[in-house]
């Protein structure tokens, strides 16, 4: 008695845990697994015959369940012969992808409503705390940053649009300076921008870039003035809050300006709005 027991409180223990997500595609495509990732053009789809990238505008619907009941309901008023084991083995291989605590259905669903285009511009402003030689003599300096960023994922592939990075071109002034000694530099930086957008971030994504460039030196110390040309390297790093067409992060950055004798480094932190086009 206590074992039929046991095995009737496992079945419903397991009947409401275990869940599978279902996408139609207008091509009659039937999908049982488990959305694993997104992006504003794509899902990530995982089953027990593997990933699938899916662009949005194949979707005919997408059906989010919570229980196999539902499933089971679902595959049968669809008029699919898929098997309940099928639905359970879709799911299983399907959610190692999902994090410890599952993917709230809101969340999910703000993923996929999430304004999100191609490109953007943003302003920033960066405070900077100098690190090696010059500690000293330039202790710290503030930026400013205007910046654009152009994702490729419309030109891309679907295999290749989770993984390539988004085009990013910033101009900075920064000014340096401490008694007499002063540097202010004007610099145009190029590069790849990565943005990572994780299960379950309903509020933003975490973003990183590395971007090499070229910068304009003005120099003054005790009177002399010197102007030079020298290659700067920037990295970066910080999550982004978005809210439809606007977004503010904060991130911390490293920059390395390049002197044969004493390279300027800084360690900064800087905060970014941007607008979305």
């Avoid at 504003?40 to 979707?59: E, M, P, W």
């Avoid at 992060?249 to 300027?264: C, G, T």
């Amino acid at each position: 008695m206590y074992k039929r027991l046991i095995t009737a409180l496992l079945t419903i223990i397991l009947s409401s845990a275990l869940f599978a997500d279902t996408i139609l595609l207008k091509d009659g495509t039937y999908f049982v697994g488990k959305i694993i990732q997104w992006d504003a053009y794509h899902i990530l789809f995982k089953n027990a015959h593997g990933v699938f990238t899916i662009r949005k505008s194949q979707l005919v619907k997408m059906y989010i369940t919570e229980s196999l009941h539902e499933d089971i309901e679902l595959k049968t008023v669809l008029g699919h012969n898929i098997s309940t084991e099928n639905i359970i083995t879709h799911y299983n291989t399907g959610s190692k992808g999902i994090p410890i605590g599952g993917i709230n259905r809101s969340e999910l669903e703000s993923g996929f409503n999430q304004y999100e285009l191609g490109a953007r511009i943003n302003l920033s402003g960066t405070h900077y705390h100098t690190i090696g030689d010059l500690a000293e003599e330039l202790p710290s300096g503030l930026g400013i940053s205007l910046g654009y960023t152009q994702s490729l994922v419309r030109i891309l592939s679907d295999e290749a649009a989770f993984k390539a990075p988004s085009v990013y071109i910033e101009s900075e002034f920064a000014l340096f300076s401490r008694g007499s000694a002063e540097v202010k530099s004007l610099t145009f930086f190029a590069g790849p921008k990565w943005d990572f957008n994780f299960p379950g971030g309903r509020w933003g994504k975490t973003e990183f870039h590395a971007t090499p460039g070229a910068s304009y030196l003005m120099i003054k110390d005790e009177g002399h003035s010197n102007r030079n040309q020298t290659v700067t390297l920037k990295s970066s790093a910080g999550y982004e809050f978005h809210a439809g067409r606007f977004a503010a992060s904060l991130n911390i950055s490293y920059l390395y300006m390049f002197d044969k004798l004493s390279p300027l480094q800084c360690a900064g932190i800087s905060f970014s709005t941007a607008y979305k086009f």
